[in-house]
């Protein structure tokens, strides 16, 4: 009654947020980073809302690999398509999830996968039509140790 | 929130409110007289009848269920029911104090009314109650659906694997239902039953893992009355996280929003007059389904345990709210014409135990499957001097026994307990059975571990349940309440924000603060990790009672709430 039992996953992940919270010196992205990574990309235009929409839990289920869709809004004729859409992710040690080019070719501008988050964070989307003008969106993800329900 | 002026002013719900039901200022619980006939009575209306049971628990047999004194509503949900408890409940209702339903609905002077009323609850009122109204109202006029959190948590059970449950239930005929607990049994028992269940387990938010295909059955079309009626299920959407995802490793769930609009617009489009949400959200994320996706008429909610007498509207939405443990079944009658409701009316139907006749079949089949295990449920443990709960945002009474009995059974210096909503209470002077401490603990993964954390961890978790509970977004709520302590006293302020709600971290033996570079042995129990160790809780808290005899409740608390 007495041995000390292995530490659970649970407490594991408990162990995790603790020390990524403990650790100021471990190099995050923050809104800041994601931001430069847009000016990189897209220099002074700012994105407009709508058109863009992502797909991901509002709590992961596991964090290591947690879905996304990402789908926009375009007839992808060769005069109005999506070009690309950049997927960015404001908590992780790098910003940069995932890239999709696409081409009127494809019939519609959507796709899927998964991605690791280390903690709870923004998802940000941003596409760039042909024309040149971007449609960006976010939504919050949550990477929690569970709590215990009803 | 709808007030009940609202209500009234949309001329809908007068009727709902005191004609049909007489339940709030009814002479005949005002002269505390319960009858059978007082339970059922009920002016039909329109064409069809839904009943709805939610979050049973496996509780075969009427239980004392104290409701809580403290349920707080964070963002928009503040002060807005729910989360409304004790003596302002009974104005907002106008439920005399003292009455059924006080007894019922609150926990204000829980212990002598009890006394009173007796215990709430069992299968066999609960079949004799169906069965009435199904005769009164006509068979194809009605439909019961099952929210869920059904097949668990009581000890015959865990032993049978839901075996009891499942043939209890069956006899009642549900017309559907949906799940959360259940996913505990592991998936292939789940679908063991499910294979072989009368009715349909309906869950729109269940995906598999690889391809994303649909689990469940998204919904199903019945007609009554001549109403062609959609019922879409709705799963607990976070059951991978609150629960050990080992047991279903290859379903994946969410809240799936835009699938559930898409399930509301099919359904009309193959001419469904009622659109019926069956489901295991919880009360907040519904109220905020209901805002954001169109054309539900009515919401079934269950998962927060809340008893409501009057359904809430949103928009066109109606919510109604059915309590846990057997306790009650909602009626709502409906008029459905030209794909509108026209009309309702509703009442939330108390299981007395003592008033009510039990369905002797039922009673039969309930003693049958108990008979094995009847000497075991039986054995007392130990006496309590004081009223034991669990039911509340912070600890219970009855949490205190567990965490307790974890510090001095397994030599711990804190213990944690989880904050399940489910767990009846016991009256000052009763003895606790093994049944008693079972109805709290009955579970699949019971381990109490022994392990060492550091304070920060502590402190990171509390501030993680705390979220779980306290996020203004119900979208980012995990549901159940927050975790029990033992060894540790905090404050919580829940209007707080994530990492910033825990404060005053308190090691009780010493009366120092926590320090977080300092290892503290923990005890606690139902971790969702593969490989956890110890012996089951109610083993734990079995010893520890019988050790100690008589249990003498506490009056103050080790968690402080701040920022009320």
């Excluded at chain 1, 000390?4 to 100021?24: F, I, K, N, Q, W």
């Excluded at chain 2, 009581?154 to 839901?162: C, D, E, G, R, V």
Aim: proline share 5%.
């Amino acid at each position: 009654m007495t041995s000390l039992t292995t530490v659970s996953r649970r407490d594991a992940l408990c162990l995790t947020a603790a020390a990524l919270a403990l650790a100021p010196g471990l190099a995050r992205a923050d809104a800041a980073a994601v931001e430069a990574e847009l000016r990189k990309l897209y220099g002074d235009r700012k994105p407009g809302s709508g058109k863009i929409r992502i797909d991901v839990p509002q709590i992961a289920e596991n964090g290591l690999v947690v879905p996304i869709s990402v789908e926009v809004e375009s007839p992808m004729t060769e005069k109005d398509h999506v070009k690309t859409v950049h997927v960015f992710a404001d908590g992780n040690p790098l910003p940069g999830i995932a890239s999709f080019r696409f081409t009127p070719a494809c019939g519609k501008a959507a796709a899927s996968a998964r991605m690791r988050l280390a903690q709870t964070q923004n998802i940000v989307a941003i596409a760039e039509m042909a024309d040149g003008s971007l449609f960006s969106t976010m939504s919050e993800v949550k990477v929690t140790i569970g709590g215990c329900g009803g | 929130m709808v007030s009940r002026r609202e209500l009234m002013q949309a001329g809908l719900a007068a009727s709902a409110l005191l004609a049909g039901s007489g339940l709030s200022a009814g002479r005949a619980f005002a002269q505390q007289k319960l009858t059978q006939g007082d339970i059922l009575r009920f002016e039909p209306l329109g064409n069809v009848t839904l009943l709805h049971v939610a979050d049973i628990h496996a509780q075969l047999v009427p239980t004392w269920f104290r409701e809580p004194s403290i349920n707080l509503g964070v963002g928009e949900a503040k002060g807005r029911v729910p989360h409304i408890t004790g003596k302002d409940f009974l104005d907002l209702y106008q439920i005399p104090a003292g009455s059924p339903m006080a007894y019922a609905l609150t926990a204000e002077d829980f212990a002598s009314l009890a006394k009173n009323y007796g215990r709430m609850g069992g299968l066999d009122r609960l079949a004799t109650i169906i069965k009435a109204i199904r005769a009164e109202r006509g068979e194809n006029r009605c439909l019961l659906l099952d929210c869920g959190d059904t097949w668990t948590n009581s000890w015959t059970s865990l032993q049978t694997k839901a075996q009891d449950i499942v043939e209890c239930m069956n006899l009642l005929k549900p017309d559907a239902m949906t799940a959360h607990w259940e996913f505990t049994l592991g998936a292939e028992r789940v679908e063991e039953i499910t294979r072989s269940l009368p009715y349909p387990l309906l869950a729109q938010n269940i995906r598999d893992t690889e391809f994303e295909d649909k689990v469940f059955e998204p919904r199903r079309m019945f007609e009554r009355g001549g109403v062609r009626i959609a019922v879409i299920g709705q799963a607990y959407p976070y059951t991978a996280i609150a629960n050990p995802r080992r047991m279903f490793p290859k379903w994946a769930f969410g809240l799936r929003e835009d699938e559930l609009q898409k399930q509301v617009e099919e359904a009309r489009g193959e001419g469904a007059d009622l659109v019926v949400l069956l489901s295991h959200n919880g009360f907040d994320i519904d109220h905020k389904v209901a805002g954001r996706v169109r054309g539900i008429d009515v919401i079934l909610t269950s998962h927060t345990h809340d008893a409501l007498p009057e359904p809430v509207r949103v928009g066109q939405t109606l919510l109604i709210a059915t309590g846990a443990c057997g306790k009650f079944i909602s009626r709502l009658d409906l008029d459905v014409r030209a794909k509108r409701v026209q009309g309702f009316r509703h009442r939330l139907i108390p299981i007395f135990s003592d008033a009510i006749e039990p369905d002797a079949e039922m009673a039969a089949l309930i003693a049958r499957h108990r008979a094995p295990y009847e000497k075991d449920l039986k054995r007392i443990l130990g006496r309590t001097e004081g009223l034991l709960y669990r039911r509340g945002n912070f600890q219970g009474s009855l949490d205190d026994v567990f965490t307790d009995a974890m510090l001095e059974v397994r030599d711990a210096e804190i213990s944690l307990s989880p904050g399940m909503r489910w767990g009846g209470s016991l009256l000052p002077g009763q003895d606790i059975t093994f049944e008693d401490i079972t109805n709290a603990s009955a579970m699949t993964y019971p381990q109490c571990y022994r392990t060492t954390m550091k304070g920060a961890m502590l402190k990171a978790i509390l501030e993680d349940i705390g979220d779980n509970i306290f996020n203004p977004d119900p979208y980012y709520q995990g549901g159940g309440d927050m975790v029990r302590v033992g060894g540790m006293g905090f404050s919580v302020n829940p209007f707080g924000t994530v990492g910033n709600r825990i404060s005053n971290m308190t090691f009780l033996k010493t009366g120092a603060p926590i320090d977080a570079n300092r290892d503290y042995v923990v005890a606690g129990w139902a971790s969702i990790n593969e490989g956890t160790q110890g012996p089951p809780i109610w083993e734990v808290v079995g010893q520890y009672l019988t050790a100690r005899k008589t249990i003498t409740p506490r009056n103050e608390s080790a968690v402080k709430v701040v920022g009320l």
